[in-house]
C-alpha cells in the first residue's frame, strides 16, 4: 500500500489550504484575546472565560500542527498549551512575564505560518529559546480533591461527564462562594444555535456557566433538553428575572448540610464585556529600562529566563544596537474571507432572477422560429430583456464586490499588537486609539494596506513620539496617542495615521535629505514646505544619525507610498512642529469594479477612473497660457495646468477634423491636471484588470479592460501620470518664479 | 491471426520508442524564413484579435489584446528579431507562448505551417553557424524526407524575457 | 459504505479525518466509509436521528457540550446505544479519557494522533461491529 501522508491529492492540498487558513484565524483571535487580557489586568480583573478560550485556541492549533506534519508550530504549541492549562487550571498565576511570553508566542505563530506559507524564513531558533522561557513555567500539581463539590445536591453521575476543566471551574466557583443553579431550557434542534447565544448573552452578567448537560433520550428529533450549570452570585429571583423564556425552568442546588453563607471574596471574576475599541497596550513600569523589567520580582513561579528574552531579541552577531526581530509581514497566509452568508443569500436571489431571464430567451427564440415574429416586435422584446438582464448583471456584480469587502477592523487588529510590540522596543508608551474599524473594503486591498500601515505607526513611534520626559517637559500627557480614523469619502475610502508627538521640522529634514544624498542642495531650495514634508516618502531617506532597526535604515515609508500606490492609492502628510503629524492615505473601495469616464484620444479609447475626475470641460483655448514651457489653463479665475495626452502618449492621427477638445480635470492628493482627450465618449462601469509584467516599465496606465467584441481600453494611472507631469515642472515653476521675484 | 497481433505490438513498440527521441516543433514563416519553437511551449494558436497599443511602451510590444477575458501582452517578432515590418494579413497568426512560470506572450508570425518531430539527428546546435550566436537562437532543423526544409530553431525563453 | 459521524469543532481537523476515512487506502485495509461531519454537540444531537451511524468519533474538548456529555446523551439514546465510539482527548487529558471510557466509549486517541492511529483504531470497530472477527492487517494480495 502505497505511503503517503495525511490525504494527498486533491484532498490533501485543500485540507492544507483549510488548515493555513483556520490557523491564521485562530493566531489572530488570540492576538486580540491576549490584548483584552491584558486589558482586564491592568484594571485588576483575571478573566477566566478569556484564557479558557485562549487555551482551547492554543490546544486546537496543536491538533491542527500535528495533524499537517507543521512540527513547529506543534512543538511551540505543546508547550504552550501545559503553560495554559496550569494557568486556567489555577496551579500557576498570571503574571506580567507570563503575559509577556505569550505575546512572543503570538508573534512566533505568525512567523512560522508565514513561512509554512512559502513567506519568510522558519524562526528555529527564537522558537528554541521561547520553549526554553516556557518550559520554567509550566508546573505539574496534583488536583486538588473534589471534597467541595460533594457538598452540593448534584446528580453523582454529574461529575463523570465534566472534563477536567469543567470540574476545576466548578470547585473555584464553589470556593469562592458563588451559588449554584440549574437552568433547565428545552430548546428546538432548528434553531438551538441561536437560541444558545441568547441565553448565554443573558446568563453571562450574572454568573459563569459551567457546561451544559443533554437530558432525555433524543427519542424526540427536533426538540432537546438542556441542564444548564451556572455559578452566580445573584439570587434565584434575579436569574430568572434575567433568563426568561417558556420553556425555561431556573432552581438553585441546595447545599446538603445546612452551611453558613459564602465567605467573603477576594476576587471578583466577572467575565469580559463585549467588544471594546482596539485596547491600549503598555509595558511594563515605563520607568524601569526594558531590560530590567524581567527582574521585577513577582509571586508564584522563579523569575523568567534571561533578560535578553525581553523585549526583543539580540542580533546573532551580538555586538551592535538591540534590535526586535527581523521585520516580518502582518499580511495574511490565506486568502479566504469570512462571508455573512446572508450576502451570497442575496446572490443566489439574483442567479434566480438572471435564470428566469433566460428563459425569457429561450421562449423569444422558440417564438421567432415558430411564427416568425415580426422585426420591431423582436426588438422591443430584446430591449426589454436586455434592460433586465443587465439591471441583475450589475446586482450580481454589486453583490459579488460585497463579499469581497471585509471591515477594515481586520487589519487594525494586528496593528494593535504591532503597537504593543513596537512601543516596548522603544521604551515609549503609546495609546493606539481606532475609529472607523467597521468600515469595509476590499480583502485585497487590506491585505496590502497591512504593511504600509505597520511602517507609518512604526514611524509615528520612533520618530514622532517623544520619549516621557521630554513630552512631561513641554506638558503634553505622558502616553503618546497614535489615532487611526478610517471612514468612507464617495467612492473612496480614507485612513488617517495621526500622532501627538513632536512633529516634522521642515528644516531639519531638508538638512537630512540633503545629507542622505535624497535631493541636492539646489533642489532642496526649490522645495515648497509641503513637498520637503513629502520627502519622508523618498528612498535611502532618515533622520537618525544612526539607524535604530529599519525605522532608521530609510527602508519603510518608501515602500509603504508604493505599495499603497499599487492598490490604487496616495499618501499626503501633513504636521506641525510641537503638535504631532498626520498621514491620510485615500484608497478606492475596490480593486477590480470601477467607474470610469471613456474619452478618445487619436481615435483611440481611454479609460479615467471617476474616483480622481473632479470634472470635466470643454477647452477653450484662448484661455491657455504657456508659463514656462508648460501650458496652464484658466478655469474660473483659477490657474489649472494641463497635460496634452495625444502628445504624451505619442499619438497621432485623429478620427476626425477637431474643431474642440475637452480637458478631463483629475485630482491625486492635493494635486491636479487637466488632461486633454479629444472626445468624452461616456461612464461606464468596468472590471479593470493588470497589465502583464512586460510592460512593468510603461508608466501611467493603472491597467486595462474589455470593453467588449475584444476592444480593450488601457486604464489611466492619474496619480502616477500627475506626478510625472508636474513634479518637475513644480521644481522649475518655483525656480524661476524665485528668480523673477529676486530681479 | 496470433502472429499478425504479434507484430502489430512489436510495431506500435518500435514507434514509441522512435517517438520517444523526438521533439515536436511547430514551424511558422516570418519575413520569407521558416522559423519553429517547441510546441509543448505554445498554449494557443489565434487569428490576431485587434491588438490595442501602449503608448510609451517598448519598441517590440505591439500591445495588448484579450483572449477569452484574459489580457495578454503581443509582441512582434519580427521587429523582436530585427526584420524587416510587414502589415497583417488573413494568415497572420498569433502565438501563445506558455513557459509554464511568469505571463503568457502573444507572438506574431505571418504564418503557420506544420509540425515536425525532429529527431536529435535531425537538428544542428547554434554553434554550427560560426561565431557568437543571440540567445534566442536554438539551433538548425533539417527534417529528412522533406526535400531540404531548413527550421531555424528558436528559443523561447530570451525571447520573451527581454523586450 | 459505512457512515461515520464526526464530532469536532475545528474544521481541518474534520477535512483532515475525512480525507483518511474517506481514502482508498482505508477502503481497500478496512471497509468503504462516508463521513458526516457535525461542527459541535449541538450539531451532532441534529444529525443523530438521522442515523444510524456505524461510528461515531468525537472530540471531547468542545465547547458548550463537551464530548463526554456527548457520549453519556449517546449511550442514553434508543438507537446509538450500542453504536462503537471513538474519544479523541489531548495528551494530558487522562482524567478527561478515564471519564470517557467509564461513559461507554469503545476507545480512545489522543491529540496529535497518526494517520496509522487513527485508521486502526477506527477501522478495528467498524470491521468488528461488522460480524468480521478477525481485522486485516495486511493489504489484500497484488494491492497497491
Redesign the interface.
Known amino acids: 500500500?502505497?505511503e503517503?501522508?495525511?490525504?494527498r491529492g486533491d484532498?490533501?492540498d485543500?485540507?492544507r489550504d483549510?488548515?493555513l487558513?483556520?490557523?491564521q484565524e485562530l493566531v489572530d483571535g488570540l492576538g486580540r484575546d491576549l490584548l483584552h487580557l491584558e486589558e482586564g489586568l491592568k484594571r485588576g480583573r483575571l478573566d477566566a472565560e478569556l484564557i479558557n478560550d485562549i487555551f482551547?485556541a492554543v490546544?486546537?492549533l496543536?491538533?491542527?500542527?500535528?495533524?499537517?506534519g507543521a512540527t513547529r508550530m506543534?512543538g511551540l504549541s505543546?508547550e504552550l498549551?501545559?503553560v495554559l492549562?496550569d494557568l486556567r487550571l489555577g496551579r500557576i498565576e498570571l503574571t506580567s512575564a507570563v503575559l509577556d511570553l505569550l505575546f512572543q508566542a503570538v508573534a512566533l505563530y505568525a512567523r512560522i505560518l508565514a513561512s509554512e506559507g512559502g513567506n519568510g524564513v522558519d524562526p528555529a531558533v527564537e522558537v528554541e529559546q521561547l520553549l526554553v522561557a516556557l518550559g520554567q513555567f509550566s508546573q505539574r500539581r496534583a488536583g486538588s480533591a473534589a471534597g467541595v463539590v460533594s457538598q452540593y445536591e448534584l446528580d453523582p453521575?454529574l461529575l463523570?461527564?465534566?472534563?477536567?476543566?469543567?470540574e476545576h471551574r466548578l470547585r473555584t466557583n464553589i470556593q469562592q462562594g458563588q451559588g449554584l443553579y440549574r437552568i433547565r431550557v428545552r430548546f428546538s434542534?432548528?434553531t438551538?444555535?441561536s437560541a444558545?447565544d441568547d441565553l448565554k448573552a443573558k446568563a453571562r452578567p450574572h454568573g459563569e456557566i459551567i457546561?451544559?448537560?443533554?437530558t432525555g433520550?433524543?427519542?424526540d428529533?427536533d426538540t432537546?433538553e438542556?441542564e444548564i450549570l451556572i455559578a452566580s452570585r445573584a439570587s434565584v429571583e434575579v436569574l430568572r428575572g434575567a433568563i426568561t423564556g417558556s420553556d425555561v425552568r431556573i432552581d438553585e442546588v441546595r447545599r446538603r448540610t445546612g452551611s453558613s453563607g459564602p465567605p467573603d471574596l477576594r476576587v471578583s471574576l466577572q467575565p469580559a464585556t463585549v467588544a471594546q475599541p482596539i485596547v491600549p497596550p503598555a509595558g511594563e513600569d515605563p520607568s524601569l529600562p526594558p531590560h530590567e523589567a524581567a527582574k521585577v520580582p513577582t509571586q508564584g513561579p522563579p523569575p523568567p529566563g534571561p533578560p535578553s528574552l525581553l523585549p526583543s531579541l539580540p542580533l546573532p552577531g551580538g555586538a551592535g544596537p538591540v534590535l526586535g526581530p527581523p521585520e516580518m509581514s502582518l499580511r495574511s497566509v490565506s486568502q479566504t474571507v469570512r462571508v455573512d452568508i446572508r450576502k451570497l443569500d442575496r446572490l443566489m436571489t439574483v442567479v434566480g432572477e438572471l435564470a428566469i431571464v433566460r428563459t425569457a430567451i429561450s421562449n423569444l427564440t422558440d417564438l421567432v422560429r415558430r411564427r416568425g415574429i415580426d422585426g420591431r416586435e423582436l426588438a422591443i422584446e430584446l430591449a426589454r430583456l436586455n434592460r433586465t438582464f443587465d439591471r441583475h448583471l450589475s446586482q450580481m456584480q454589486s453583490g459579488i464586490l460585497e463579499v469581497r469587502m471585509v471591515p477594515l477592523g481586520q487589519a487594525f487588529d494586528k496593528l494593535a499588537r504591532v503597537v504593543r510590540q513596537i512601543s516596548r522596543e522603544h521604551g515609549k508608551e503609546v495609546n493606539l486609539v481606532v475609529t472607523g474599524a467597521e468600515t469595509e473594503i476590499d480583502k485585497l486591498i487590506v491585505e496590502e494596506l497591512s504593511d504600509p500601515l505597520m511602517h507609518m505607526i512604526r514611524n509615528a513611534i520612533d520618530h514622532g513620539t517623544e520619549p516621557r520626559e521630554e513630552r512631561r517637559a513641554v506638558g503634553k500627557p505622558p502616553v503618546g496617542t497614535i489615532a487611526l480614523n478610517a471612514f468612507q469619502k464617495g467612492n473612496q475610502v480614507v485612513i488617517e495615521v495621526e500622532d501627538d508627538g513632536r512633529g516634522m521640522d521642515p528644516v531639519v529634514l531638508l538638512e537630512a535629505a540633503v545629507r542622505r544624498g535624497v535631493v541636492t542642495r539646489e533642489e532642496a531650495k526649490e522645495l515648497a514646505p509641503h513637498e520637503v514634508l513629502a520627502l519622508v516618502f523618498r528612498a535611502g531617506f532618515t533622520t537618525k544619525k544612526v539607524a535604530t532597526d529599519l525605522s532608521g535604515r530609510g527602508v519603510g515609508l518608501d515602500v509603504a507610498k508604493t505599495n499603497i500606490g499599487k492598490i490604487g492609492g496616495v499618501v499626503d502628510i501633513t504636521s506641525e512642529v510641537g503638535i504631532g503629524t498626520k498621514m491620510t492615505i485615500t484608497l478606492p473601495i475596490t480593486l477590480a469594479i470601477i467607474n470610469v469616464l471613456l474619452v478618445e484620444i487619436g481615435a483611440?479609447l481611454f479609460a479615467v477612473p471617476l474616483a480622481s475626475v473632479k470634472e470635466a470641460i470643454a477647452l477653450d483655448e484662448s484661455q491657455v497660457r504657456t508659463v514656462d514651457s508648460r501650458e496652464v489653463l484658466t478655469v474660473r479665475g483659477a490657474s489649472l495646468p494641463i497635460c496634452r495626452l495625444a502628445r504624451?502618449?505619442?499619438?497621432r492621427g485623429h478620427a476626425r477634423e477637431r474643431q474642440r477638445a475637452f480637458v478631463v480635470v483629475a485630482e491625486a492628493g492635493t494635486r491636479s491636471l487637466g488632461f486633454v482627450v479629444d472626445e468624452l465618449v461616456g461612464q461606464q462601469d468596468i472590471v479593470i484588470?493588470?497589465?502583464?509584467?512586460?510592460?512593468k516599465?510603461?508608466?501611467?496606465?493603472a491597467?486595462?479592460t474589455?470593453l467588449g467584441?475584444?476592444?480593450?481600453?488601457?486604464v489611466i494611472d492619474v496619480a502616477a501620470l500627475i506626478e510625472e507631469v508636474l513634479l518637475p515642472a513644480e521644481t522649475r515653476f518655483l525656480a524661476s518664479a524665485a528668480e523673477g521675484a529676486r530681479n | 491471426m496470433v502472429a499478425l497481433v504479434r507484430a502489430r505490438e512489436r510495431r506500435a513498440v518500435r514507434r514509441a520508442g522512435e517517438a520517444g527521441r523526438r521533439v515536436e516543433y511547430l514551424a511558422f514563416v516570418l519575413a520569407g524564413e521558416t522559423y519553429a519553437v517547441q510546441i509543448a511551449h505554445i498554449a494557443e494558436i489565434l487569428r490576431p484579435p485587434p491588438i490595442t497599443e501602449v503608448p510609451r511602451a517598448p519598441a517590440t510590444m505591439l500591445g495588448v489584446t484579450s483572449v477569452r477575458g484574459k489580457l495578454v501582452t503581443v509582441i512582434s517578432l519580427r521587429r523582436r528579431l530585427a526584420l524587416p515590418e510587414a502589415a497583417v494579413d488573413r494568415r497572420s497568426r498569433i502565438l501563445l507562448a506558455d513557459l509554464g512560470k511568469g505571463e503568457q506572450l502573444g507572438l506574431l508570425v505571418d504564418e503557420v505551417q506544420q509540425v515536425w518531430r525532429l529527431a536529435p539527428e535531425e537538428m544542428e546546435a547554434a554553434s554550427v553557424l560560426g561565431g557568437e550566436q543571440p540567445a534566442h537562437l536554438a539551433g538548425i532543423g533539417r527534417p529528412s524526407g522533406a526535400d531540404g526544409t531548413v527550421l531555424i530553431l528558436l528559443e523561447l525563453r530570451p525571447i520573451l524575457e527581454s523586450p | 459504505m459505512r457512515r461515520v459521524l464526526v464530532v469536532e469543532d475545528s474544521v481541518s481537523a474534520r477535512a483532515y479525518v475525512r480525507a483518511v476515512l474517506e481514502s482508498p487506502e482505508f477502503s481497500a485495509a478496512y471497509v468503504p466509509c462516508e463521513v458526516v461531519e457535525a461542527h459541535s454537540g449541538f450539531d451532532a444531537m441534529r444529525l443523530l436521528p438521522r442515523g444510524p451511524y456505524d461510528l461515531i468519533v468525537t472530540d471531547i474538548n468542545m465547547a458548550d457540550i463537551n464530548g463526554l456529555e456527548l457520549a453519556h446523551f449517546i449511550r442514553n439514546s434508543e438507537r446509538h446505544r450500542t453504536t462503537p465510539l471513538v474519544i479523541i482527548s489531548t495528551l494530558r487529558g487522562e482524567l478527561d479519557v478515564e471519564r470517557g471510557m467509564a461513559l461507554g466509549a469503545d476507545a480512545y486517541l489522543a491529540k496529535p494522533f497518526t494517520r496509522e492511529e487513527l485508521s486502526e483504531t477506527c477501522g478495528r470497530l467498524l470491521l468488528l461491529t461488522a460480524g468480521v472477527v478477525e481485522h486485516r492487517s495486511d493489504p489484500p494480495a497484488g494491492g497497491p
Open positions: 500500500m502505497a503517503s501522508g495525511g490525504g484532498g490533501g485543500k485540507a483549510e488548515f487558513s483556520e490557523a482551547r490546544h486546537t496543536k491538533g491542527l500542527s500535528g495533524l499537517f506543534a505543546h498549551e501545559d492549562d453521575g463523570g461527564v465534566l472534563t477536567e476543566y469543567e434542534l432548528a438551538i444555535d444558545l457546561t451544559y448537560l443533554p433520550t433524543g427519542a428529533i432537546i438542556l483611440r504624451l502618449f505619442g499619438i484588470k493588470a497589465l502583464g509584467k512586460s510592460l516599465s510603461v508608466r501611467g496606465f491597467g486595462a474589455e467584441d475584444q476592444r480593450v481600453a488601457l
